[in-house]
């Protein structure tokens, strides 16, 4: 078939790989330029938080995240970057005053999915088996099946892929007006498919019901004092924070979730909070070197869960929320096997 995606953020990049396995034509366009540099697939860290999520979503999020893992090292691999996929546990800690917050966190995880009972209890000699820069904490959990894919070596490596791709006509920097079946409107023409996708995010918010942003902040510090390996949480009664590594002691810290569609610059408050806590968790932070502050939104549906919706010869995918990395695999795989396409 000739399919055309409206939208080639994370998920139009996740369904055009899968398209092309499948052997389909395809046409894709984006307001952006190929490589993605305004998507909310750009901004994220990349974390396949499976269990940590559960603490505000629901047992959904977590079986989709299980087979997103399992997903994630062929789509890598398809675009030659298999090494962006990391699955060695993630920590999550808390200073002393805060650890009733730490353990009510766990137990409401273990609440809700019966595998939660594998997240481990570490002591500060076990934490430091295992990242030995964190020997400032006494306590933390250990949860193995947790990751990360670098999403921004996957959004550079996709774009390379596509773009050289003799399947793929990449229509860059125009902007996608609206979406029907069969057919995707840019400024004043139609081009007509055999099948389309809608994956614009909250570019998509005049046609999707309750679509809304959650504006998102970020830093990526360069950190050349700090080695740790793992993606780490630090809980906290008021900030929540994360911190992912990437490559050459690169770190990103984050996230603030703020109700607003508002992308402008990161805000006083949230530098203040996010980099008082990242500093208060590993003293090596003071002398890091702030290498780029990002704001983005996140496209969420009212009740803060993906959705598909299928039409003839038009699928919607949408509202992946704080989730795309840890859910678009399993929440692309499921449109394509829900009976279109055939
Ligand atoms: C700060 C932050 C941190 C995050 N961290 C994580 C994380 O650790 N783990 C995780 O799983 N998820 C994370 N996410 C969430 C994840 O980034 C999103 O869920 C995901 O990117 C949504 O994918 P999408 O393809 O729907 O939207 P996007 O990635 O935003 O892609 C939408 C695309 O559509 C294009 N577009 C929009 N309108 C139009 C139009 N009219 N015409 C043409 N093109 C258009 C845009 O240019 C864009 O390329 C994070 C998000 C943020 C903001």
């Known amino acids: 078939m000739h399919i055309g995606i409206a939208g080639v953020g994370l998920v139009g990049r996740v369904l055009a790989l899968n398209l092309l396995r499948q052997g389909h034509t395809l046409t894709l366009f984006d307001e952006d330029t190929a490589y993605g540099d305004n998507a909310a697939g750009m901004t994220a860290a990349g974390m396949l938080a499976v269990f940590a999520e559960l603490e505000t979503a629901e047992s959904v999020i977590f079986e989709h995240g299980k087979r997103s893992i399992a997903l994630w090292p062929a789509l890598l691999a398809q675009i030659g970057i298999a090494d962006a996929y990391q699955q060695e546990g993630s920590i999550i800690t808390a200073h002393p005053q805060d650890y009733s917050e730490l353990d009510h966190f ?200 993906p959705a598909i919706t299928q039409d003839k010869r038009l699928t919607r995918i949408n509202g992946l929320y704080r989730h795309g990395y840890l859910l678009a695999p399993a929440v692309v795989e499921e449109a394509l096997n829900g009976g279109i396409l055939k």
């Open 106 to 305: 766990i137990e409401t995880l273990k609440s809700k999915v019966e595998e939660a009972s594998e997240i481990q209890l570490l002591d500060r000699r076990e934490l430091t088996q295992l990242e030995p820069d964190m020997e400032q904490h006494a306590k933390a959990f250990f949860i193995p099946q947790e990751g990360q894919v670098d999403a921004q070596r996957f959004m550079k490596a996709s774009s390379d892929y596509l773009l050289n791709h003799p399947d793929v006509t990449w229509e860059e920097s125009v902007k996608v007006m609206d979406v029907s079946v069969g057919s995707i409107f840019v400024e004043n023409e139609v081009k007509k498919f055999d099948w389309v996708f809608d994956a614009r995010g909250l570019g998509a918010s005049e046609q999707v019901e309750h679509l809304r942003g959650v504006r998102g902040e970020v830093f990526w510090l360069d950190a050349p004092e700090v080695n740790i390996t793992r993606p780490t949480r630090m809980l906290h009664p008021r900030y929540k924070i994360y911190i992912v590594p990437r490559p050459n002691n690169r770190y990103i810290i984050g996230a603030t979730e703020i109700e607003s569609e508002d992308k402008s610059p990161m805000s006083v408050r949230s530098s203040l909070e996010l980099l008082s806590a990242v500093y208060s968790m590993h003293s090596g932070f003071a002398e890091a070197r702030i290498v780029n502050m990002v704001t983005n939104c996140r496209p969420t549906l009212r009740d803060n869960l």
